[in-house]
Structures are given as structure tokens and as C-alpha cells.
């Protein structure tokens, strides 16, 4: 079994990011950037399924411009096999993105895409979704549990209102929450191993696929503040202040 | 053209989250339509027609929907799209899903999470963890869009009278087989609806000390939430986690005891309308988003509020 994870380069979940003065976006000049935490948590499982002898070559993939390359490597470093780069500048949208990934699964014959299920930055939660989609296989949205079943994958997701068991044929498109697994630090010699290790890079148009976007951010604003109230110093005093000045019970 | 709305439910009972979403839904547009998607659920259909400013309820009722299998409700989605211009459901698990499965089978670039409507093209959708507010306009023909429940109110659930129309089964998947779900069982009342919240973080300690909370929550009428920390180390399940990458509550009195507040809790429970924190270290982040604060061992202040909301 083959398989891809895609993973994209994020603002460190660490820093607290700041609205542009401009109001187009937000500042990303000289901030510490990391991947996506839960497109670590993807790259984790993948290795878990190759160790386990499931899988016999894990592949990250990253859309995005030069930088990218030092998220793959983090990719390579925790043990994938080698990466793909497909660089572009652009603004893509979950949908281009999706296509893209698509194009890419093909082309390596993979059996398993996992991604993770949101990006912290855009917070969309729609890329995996789509890429199931448009590819016409299984989703497993959510998941904190996989494992080879029959042929295909038995996964549990987590949903709104507890945990849900699935079986979905292979090959899938999965989307990894938080639970799924603990990822690992990349270890020094494997930092020094990675960077001998493959990245193909290549353009969305290599891949044939347009680049149009749908959508236009018209302005990224500052959310309202909220402020520090008061300080308490018993029960007594925030029952009443509950009862008699918020009024909330 | 009308918005289309996917109603959520179990097949016994409809989330109220639907009619958040047909809250939104009539700021769009006049015309609304829901969906529903289930099997035996006829009751729902029934409920749904009742919603103010529902025109008509479309529903499917078949072993297809019984459990919410992706491909099988975005097949009947698509199935109806193209009497919309719009489709909404609500941003829970079920609808961030859904949606965006649904717009890349149609080609259609979803848009998630909204809290505001600005125009029928024009949306407003928190990113990074809610630290900014993006305005974003859609080109699409048909616009798909989860719902963030908390930012819209409730549409009234009893005084609507639409008709009930009958649609087509459009087949299930042989991709994906349902084999069982692991429900969180409880009598207190749901995360993302509740009045009151009380939550717990690794300052807990123990899945047993959450009994704590349990019993202040009842005494509020209210519901049980936990930070990542708390859920992680496996002091309560999954589904009470409250953050970026869990549940969006907005009760009137969100009560955080043992957490630190980093920024992925708070955007989750920042839109409450009153904020209290018990926590021993002043300098915890958490009191500067508090309208109450108190600084103290939780141990100490948990039963001291449990015995004097008793005594009162
Ligand atoms: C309105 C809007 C504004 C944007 N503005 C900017 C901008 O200012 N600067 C900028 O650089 N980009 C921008 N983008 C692109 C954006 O950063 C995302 O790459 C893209 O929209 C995917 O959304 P997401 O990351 O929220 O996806 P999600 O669906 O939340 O991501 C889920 C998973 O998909 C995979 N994935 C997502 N993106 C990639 C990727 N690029 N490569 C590989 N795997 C991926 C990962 O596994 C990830 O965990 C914008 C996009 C939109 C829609
Ligand atoms: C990708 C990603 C997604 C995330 N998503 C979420 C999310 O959705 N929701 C979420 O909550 N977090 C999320 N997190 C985690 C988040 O960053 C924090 O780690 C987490 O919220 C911390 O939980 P906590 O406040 O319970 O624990 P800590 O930060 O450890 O805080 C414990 C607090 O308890 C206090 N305390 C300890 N003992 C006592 C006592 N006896 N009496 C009173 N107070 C006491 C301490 O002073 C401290 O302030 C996410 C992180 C990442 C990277």
C-alpha cells in the first residue's frame, strides 16, 4: 500500500496572530511558521500503518510557495519517504487544492490519502471532504482509529455526539482528528536523512489544472475584544454578582 | 431562488441547530425549504414544517439515511441543488461533513463556518481560531455554507405551516458500511444549546473529580464541557471537548474551571455572554476574557459554590 499525505505549512499554532493594518489578511512577515498540527497527526499514522508492514512508502505533499519545502522536510524528517512540491504563489481555494491533491494521488497509485481534518489558519475543514469527492472514493471524515479490515479500513470517527464505527473499501480518503495518535519528534539523524531524501517539484499546470478561484476575501478584520471583568473573592459574592448583576441564573 | 436547508437530527429528535441554520438561511433570503434526510422520520418532517419562514420540507425517508453516511445524503443533495441558490447546514460534525463533500461533487467552492450575512454573496466566517474575521465574497452559482449555530438565533419552532413533500431515495454507497456508534449518554441538556456550561480542564485532575462539575451543572440546568487537556487525558470523552477543533458553545454563563484558556479553548466558548473562572494562578490568560474571576484552589471554590447555590 502507498500513501500520500498531504500537509501544509501553517502560523505556529503558538503565535497569536495579528490582523493587517490594511485589513487584507493577516500578518505573516517574520512569524514562526510550523505544519499544520493535524497534518502532523496524518504524517504519524501513515508511518504507524508503514512500521506496522501495512503500507510500503509514505508520501508527503505540499501546495504552496518555496517555503513549503521546509514543511515537507519536517514530513521526511519524522520518517516519510519522500515528497512532492507542487509551488505555486497563488491563493488557492480547498477546491483548487483538492484537484490538485486528485492529480497527484493518481499519478503515484495511491491506496490511502489521510490529511489532516482542518488546517488551523483558514480553519475550513473541507479539503479532505472534497478530495473523497472528486476522486469518488470512501470518506473517512474525523477519524481517531484505523486499521486494515477485509480489504478496506475499519475506522472510528469522532462526532458531535460521541464516536461512530465505520468500514469503507480501499481505496480511501481519510481526514485525521486530534485523538488518532501522538506524533512523533523528528529525531536529529533522521533531520540529517531527510534532507537527502527526494522532493519532486512540479507547477499546478504541470498537473493540468487550472487555477481559478470562486471566492474573494473582501477584508480580514480584528475580532471584537473582550474585556477583563471583575475579580471574586467567595462564593457568596459570585452567586450574587451571577444572580443580581449578570442575571444569568 | 430559495435556500435549501439540511435539517440535523437523529430520526427522534431535531437539533436545534436546524433552526439556527434557518435563522441564517432567512437572512439570505425570504424563501426556505429544509431537507430532511432519515429513516422513520416522519415526526421530524412534521417538526420541521412547523419552523417560521419554512416554505416547503423535502423528505427522504429511507433505510438509505438511517445512519448519516456522507455519500448517501450528498448524492440526495445534489440530486435537488439546482432549485437552489443556496444550501446551509449547520457547522457541526454532520454539516462540515456534508457540505463540502456535496459542493466538490457539484463544483462549488464551500464556505464554512459562517457568523454573519452580509449579502446574498457575502459572508463573514472567523479564522485562525477566531483571532480575525474574514469577510468573503462567493462567484459561485450555488453557494454552500456551513453554519456557526452560536452566531444566529433560534427560528421559532411553532409557527410555521409548510407542506410536506415526499422525494425520491437516491441509493446508498457500497463504499462505506455503517457498523455501530459509541453515544455519550446523558440527561443534561446538549454542549452547543445549552444555557449554562460548566467545564473542566486538566486542572481536574481525574475523570472522577468531574462529578464536581457534573453536580453544579445540574443544579444550573446546564451542560458539561472539558478543554483539550482534560479530554486528551481521558478524564471525559471526546464529544464535551469545547475549542477551534471541538464544539462552539455560546451560553449565557460559560463557567471554565481548571483551564488555562489558550487560544484554540477560547475559540470556543469566547461568544458566551457571561465568562467565570476558577483557576489558582492569577496569571492565568483565562481572567482576561472573565467577567468573574477567582482566584482559587478549585477544590476549595467548587463545593463552596455547589453549597451556596444549595443554600439559596
Ligand atoms: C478565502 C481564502 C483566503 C486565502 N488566503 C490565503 C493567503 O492569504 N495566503 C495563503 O498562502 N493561502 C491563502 N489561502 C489558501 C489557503 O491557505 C489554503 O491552502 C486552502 O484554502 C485550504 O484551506 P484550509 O487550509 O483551511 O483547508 P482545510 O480543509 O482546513 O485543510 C485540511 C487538510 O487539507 C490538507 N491541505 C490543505 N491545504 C493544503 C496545501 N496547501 N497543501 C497540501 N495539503 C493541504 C492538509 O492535510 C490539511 O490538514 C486562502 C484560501 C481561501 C479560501
Ligand atoms: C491544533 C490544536 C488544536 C487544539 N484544539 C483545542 C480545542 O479545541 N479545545 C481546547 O480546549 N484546546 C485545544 N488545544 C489545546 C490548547 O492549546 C491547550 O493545550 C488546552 O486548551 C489546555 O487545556 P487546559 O486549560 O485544561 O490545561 P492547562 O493549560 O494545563 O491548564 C490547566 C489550568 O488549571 C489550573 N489549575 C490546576 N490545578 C488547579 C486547582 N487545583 N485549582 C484551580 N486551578 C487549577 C492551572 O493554573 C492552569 O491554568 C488545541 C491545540 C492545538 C495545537
Redesign the pocket.
Known sequence: MKIL????R?IDANIRVRVKADNT?VE?ANVKMAM?P??EI?VEEALRLKEAGNAEEVIV?????EK?AETIRTGLAMGADRGVH?ATDE????LV?AKI?KVVAEKEGTDLVI?????I????????QMLAAIMGRPLGSYISKIESSDGGFAITREIDAGLESLKITSPAVV?ADLRLNEPRYASLPNIMKAKKKPIEVMSPEDLGVEVK?R?N?VRVDEPPAREAGIMVSSASELVDKLKNEAKVI | MSVLVIAEHDNSQLFPSTLNTVAAASKINSEVDVLVAGSDCGDIAAQCAKIAGVGKVLCADAPTYANEITENTAALVKAHVSNYSHVLAPASTFGKALI?YTAALCDV?AISDISEVVSEDTFVRPIYAGNAL?T?QSSDSVKMITVRTTAFELADAESGSAEVITVEDFGATDWVQFVDQNLSQSERPELTSAKVVVSGGRGMQNGDNFAMLEKLADNLGGAVGASRAAVDAGFVPNDYQVGQTGKVVAPDLYLAVGISGAIQHLAGMKDSKVIVAINNDEEAPIFQVSDYGWNEDLFVAVPALQAELESN
Open positions: 499525505v498531504p500537509v501544509k501553517v489578511g505573516t499544520n493535524f497534518c496524518a505533499v505540499c501546495v504552496g510557495p513549503s507542487v491563493r488557492l481555494e480547498p487544492i491533491l490529511l489532516g481534518k482542518q488546517s489558519d483558514d480553519d475550513n475543514n473541507q479539503t479532505g481526514t478561484n471566492t476575501v | 463540502p467552492q474574514q468573503v
